[in-house]
């Protein structure tokens, strides 16, 4: 930092010691206005927050994308021009993205392959995090969009996609709409990763990896990848929905090849999205090869279809034993036996006695009309159960018990007085006394 003194007085120049410039910035990480004014104060300013301006890149394609211009490209040019910023880039994330253009004459979405991202890809080497999430309502049908593979991407961007894990030590990829993903291949090109996500891949119209990339997808031995087969990879977080079983069969088909590099056997955390019978299947297997690991498990039944029945079909926790804190969220017909309260009673049933389990959380999604009217006598039979299991031996580390209770106002005028949604909630808590008694129990 410089300080320039008055004319008849030499200049004094002032240099910070290195701790303090990077804490000075390191204050600011979060500030990109604040770290572009620090970056044109002095110099010794510029690298630290270059550092932090380039850690976080997101581009967001636009709904109707010109072939003549690419949200990346100056991005490209930047790090063409001075290589060692894309060092920086920590997380890269790729929202509604299309590859291809929007057709104003013919009024339509054209693919075409993409020449910028691949560019882009190659000039990263330290990316932790990657996301992709492709455009949605590029037809007026998924069916149509699929039956285009509009929301597939090019062997030639999927191939520079694998090299750039291949190249990095990314631990955290999130993969929504890109139909038709290559998926079973992260096996063999990400040793690091920690965390996946994948939503919204499977597609109408699946076509075969070896027909649609061909030789792009066929990486020559090298001696990190030799070295790896010894020492497979870790995945610890899975979130999958069913939407993407196809695609996550694959991937567990690859993890078990001798040359996979990455194993599943290690998951701490498993997060589920909908309510489809094969996707059930998947993470039980899941479940299985990992019960020695295991501590979350995460379940919205809901999530895509608000109205889907509950299908009471078991997924084995039986093996588990460390398991730690279940979450489940669950549509709530007050008119019928609640069998899906049922089925966590069972869950909770399997684990009894070798399980680490702290927390359970229930969110229900009840009628407001309907649970009003019958004050949770529903729930009669299981209750009792439940609450007699959880405060039983077999749950010693257990800390709270919680139950969040989304009202949906389908027939009446207007919401109910806040009084009556307090009187709903206490109903509830009456028909578990046990829990309440021993301070376990939460109703909100």
Request: aromatic share 10%; glycine share 4%; with cysteine.
């Amino acid at each position: 930092m410089e300080h320039t003194a008055p004319a008849d007085h030499p200049i004094v120049r002032i240099v910070l010691p290195l701790e303090i410039v990077d804490a000075i910035i390191d204050e600011l990480h979060d500030d990109p206005d604040s770290l572009k004014h620090c970056s044109l104060v002095s110099r010794q300013f510029v690298s630290r927050s270059q550092k932090h301006l380039f850690s976080f890149i997101e581009f967001v394609f636009p709904k109707k994308p010109m072939r003549a211009h690419h949200p990346a490209q100056r991005m490209l040019d930047i790090f063409r021009n001075n290589p060692g910023l894309a060092r920086n880039v920590n997380h890269l994330h790729l929202k509604s993205y299309f590859e291809g253009f929007w057709d104003e004459r013919a009024q339509e979405y054209c693919r075409v392959a993409d020449e910028t991202l691949p560019g882009l890809f190659i000039c990263l080497n330290v990316l932790q995090t990657f996301s992709i999430d492709g455009a949605w309502g590029l037809t007026n049908s998924r069916d149509l969009t699929d039956k285009r593979h509009l929301n597939d991407i090019s062997p030639h961007l999927t191939s520079a996609l694998f090299q750039m894990f291949r190249s990095t030590d990314v631990a955290d990829i999130t993969i929504e709409n890109i139909t038709n993903f290559p998926l079973g291949h992260i096996a063999s090109t990400c040793p690091h990763l920690k965390r996946l996500s994948i939503g919204d891949i499977d597609s109408f119209y699946p076509l075969d990896d070896a027909i649609i990339y061909g030789s792009h997808l066929t990486f020559e031995d090298n001696v990190h990848e030799k070295l790896a087969l010894s020492t497979p990879g870790r995945l610890m977080t899975l979130q999958i929905d069913d939407r993407s079983v196809h695609a996550m069969e694959k991937l567990y088909a690859y993890t078990m090849l001798p040359h996979s590099h990455l194993t599943l056997s290690h998951v701490r955390e498993l997060t589920l999205h909908g309510h489809k019978l094969s996707m059930r299947e998947v993470a039980a297997t899941v479940i299985t090869d990992a019960a020695s690991s295991l501590e979350e498990f995460s379940w919205d039944h809901n999530y895509h279809v608000v109205f889907a029945d509950f299908r009471y079909e078991p997924i084995n926790f039986g093996k588990t034993t460390r398991l730690r804190i279940l979450r489940f969220a669950f549509v709530h017909d007050a008119r019928f036996e609640p069998i899906q309260l049922f089925w966590v009673s069972q869950v909770l049933t399997a684990t009894r006695g070798h399980n680490n389990l702290e927390e359970i959380i229930l969110v229900l999604n009840v009628d407001l009309d309907d649970v009003h009217d019958d004050q949770w006598r529903e729930c009669t039979e299981w209750a009792p159960s439940f609450d007699s299991l959880l405060t039983s031996p077999g749950f010693d580390h257990l800390r709270r018990v919680s139950f969040f209770i989304h009202f949906t106002e389908v027939d009446l005028e207007g919401p109910l007085p806040m009084d009556e949604y307090v009187t709903i909630n206490e109903r509830l808590e009456q028909r578990l006394p046990r829990l309440q008694e021993a301070g376990l129990l939460t109703v909100q």
